[in-house]
Each structure stands twice: as C-alpha cells, then as structure tokens.
C-alpha cells in the first residue's frame, strides 16, 4: 500500500550546498529557493544557523532569510544546533527549525564536538525555547544506518536517541542515512524498531545515494506508512564532517517515481529540472541527477 500524497521536504538549498567549497551568493541562495517554490515545493530548508567556521557555506544565513521572499503557503525551516543558533534563527524570524543529533558517538563528536550524552544537554534547552516561542522543532537523526567510523548501526540505538529527541518535545523525526549505505531490509529494521515509541505519521526518511539505494529505500519506507521524503534538487549534497557522504537522493529522481506511481507531490518536474539545470551551471558541473541529466542533459 501507498500513500495517496507524499509530502518533499526539499533540503537543497542547506544539504545540497553546505559541502560546497565555493561560497554561492546570497542572490544566487534566493534565486534557488524562489524557483523551487515556484517549481510547487513548499518545504524548503533554507539553511542552517551552525557555527559559519563549521560551515562557511552556510555563515550567510541571516542574509538569505532576510533578502527572500517568502511565498505563501510554503514553510522555510533551518537547522539549529544549539542556543546561540536559536539566538540568531529567533532574530531572523523564524518560524520552523530542526536540531540534528547523532546516532553513534564518533559522529556526535565530528559533527557537533559532543559526546552523545553531551548532544542531549545542547539540544534541551534549544527544544524547550523553541516549542515555547511556538516554533515547530524536526529532530534530525544522522547515521541511522551505517556510520564511517563504526559501520553498521544498530536499529536498538537508533530508536533510543530518536526517541531521547521527541520527548523533549520535536514533533517531527527524519531519520538520516548521512552516507548512504542502507539497504531496504535494513530500512525496513530501523523503521520497526523506531515506530515502537514514534507514530509513523512523525517519521521521514532522509537518504543520502552514495550507494544507488536512495529509490528503493524510499519505496520501502513509503509501503511501511512514511509520507514525509526529504530530497534534494538535481541530487546535491553531503555532509563536510562525514566521511564519503555524497549527494541527497535527487528531487527529480523521487518525484519521476512518484509520478510514476501515481503519488501525487504537488512538484511541477519540468520547472524543478529547468531550476537544476540553472543550479549546475551557477556550480559549474552537471547534475548527478539521472531524471536531471535524462531531461536536460
Ligand atoms: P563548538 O566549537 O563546540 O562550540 O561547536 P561552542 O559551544 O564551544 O562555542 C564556541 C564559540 O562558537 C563561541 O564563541 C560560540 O558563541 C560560538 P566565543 O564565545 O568563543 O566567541 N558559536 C556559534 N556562533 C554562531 N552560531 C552558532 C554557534 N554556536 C557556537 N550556532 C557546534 C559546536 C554545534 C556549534 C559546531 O559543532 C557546529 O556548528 N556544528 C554543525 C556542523 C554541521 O552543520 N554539520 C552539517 C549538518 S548535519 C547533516 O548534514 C546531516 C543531516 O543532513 C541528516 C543526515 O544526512 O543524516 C541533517
Ligand atoms: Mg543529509
């Protein structure tokens, strides 16, 4: 069984670009969120509100909130590690946000200096704040499948810091396959163990496609009840702090399925693969996106 409608929770403007090495412009940020909102995406991350040494790419992200236009209907959240991220996400005018924590140790510590236990007491008083002023709080879970450093993560471990993070109060849970090593089967484990303390209808899947199994793990996650798919136009991406992460699972590429299935996206495929086609030159390389490549190439 499928669910009728699929909701794209768009992440190029932040995971497609942060691994960028060339800072894009700012009026090249906005020019990218307003086409993808034109192409019918109405999730946008729109950047992240980390330390900008961290990830320079992204030390614009006041600039960007403030020079955008924001399009009714169409929700704009932005990562937030910590207190002085929500300072700064509050002062932008921010409605949405999402804290990002580590399956595995090695990870919470490359990713966020912080030992496991140490990314609960950052992400506490971030949640708490949050949910006071209103805001909606996504939690993030990075290497729910495999980690670089440790291999193959157990799906106990991933449901215990997934569901550490709801209860403090995040509504929304995205389970990250950071460098794109999970298979069905294993998709399929991680999503029993975690929808023991998590309802199905808090849960997406975020795959990286390192590996080509992006397709066929999000298939398997949808019969599984899934209806939230994070993706990211013309397949950009990857995480700096994790060793061999490539691209997001490409927009495109979800959407053709999609379509194909007769899952409805509200996503006009033509306009979103006009918007990679001009995102890849403004990086100045082709889209790894074969549906991009296929219609554009
Ligand atoms: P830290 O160095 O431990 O920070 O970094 P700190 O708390 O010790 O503070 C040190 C200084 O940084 C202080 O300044 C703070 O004010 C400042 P000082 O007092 O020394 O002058 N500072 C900040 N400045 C601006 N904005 C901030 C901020 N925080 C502290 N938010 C920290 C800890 C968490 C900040 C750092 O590790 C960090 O920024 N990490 C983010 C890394 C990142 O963005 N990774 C990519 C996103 S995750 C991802 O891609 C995976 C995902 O896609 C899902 C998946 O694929 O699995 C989501
Ligand atoms: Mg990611």
């Not at 702090?241 to 007769?262: C, I, K, P, Q, R």
């Not at 509200?266 to 979103?272: C, E, I, K, N, S």
Request: include cysteine; aromatic fraction near 6%.
């Amino acid at each position: 069984d499928l669910p009728s409608r699929v909701t794209i929770w768009e992440v190029g403007a932040r995971d497609g670009l942060q691994n960028e090495q060339t800072v894009v412009p700012v009026d090249v940020k906005v020019e990218f969120l307003a086409r993808l909102a034109d192409a019918g995406l109405t999730t946008l991350e729109a950047t992240s509100f980390v330390h900008p040494k961290w990830v320079p790419q992204l030390a614009d992200a006041a600039d960007v909130l403030a020079a955008l236009s924001p399009v009714d209907g169409v929700r704009y959240p932005v990562l937030v590690p910590n207190e002085k991220g929500l300072d700064r996400a509050l002062a932008a005018g921010v409605r949405h946000i999402a804290i990002f924590g580590s399956a595995t140790e090695t990870f919470a510590k490359r990713n966020l200096n912080r030992s496991l236990d140490e990314q609960y007491a950052m992400f506490e008083p971030v949640v708490t704040r949050a949910t006071a002023e209103g805001l909606a709080v996504r939690a993030y879970v990075s290497m729910c499948w495999g980690d670089p450093w440790e291999g193959p993560v157990d799906p106990a471990q991933v449901a215990a810091v997934a569901t550490r993070l709801m209860s403090m109060g995040c509504t929304e849970l995205s389970l990250g396959d950071t460098i794109g090593t999970a298979t069905p089967g294993h998709v399929q484990a991680v999503l029993t163990a975690v929808t023991r303390s998590v309802p199905i209808s808090a849960v997406a899947v975020h795959f990286h496609d390192t590996y080509g199994q992006a397709l066929a793990n999000t298939l398997t996650a949808l019969r599984a009840g899934v209806t939230t798919v994070d993706s990211s136009a013309g397949g950009l991406g990857g995480c700096p702090y994790a060793e061999s992460a490539t691209g997001n699972l490409a927009t495109e590429d979800l959407v053709w399925m999609l379509d194909g299935l007769g899952v409805r996206t509200g996503v006009d495929l033509a306009r979103l693969a006009d918007t990679s086609a001009w995102m890849s030159t403004q990086l100045g390389r082709p889209s790894p996106s074969r549906v991009v490549r296929a219609l554009r190439g």
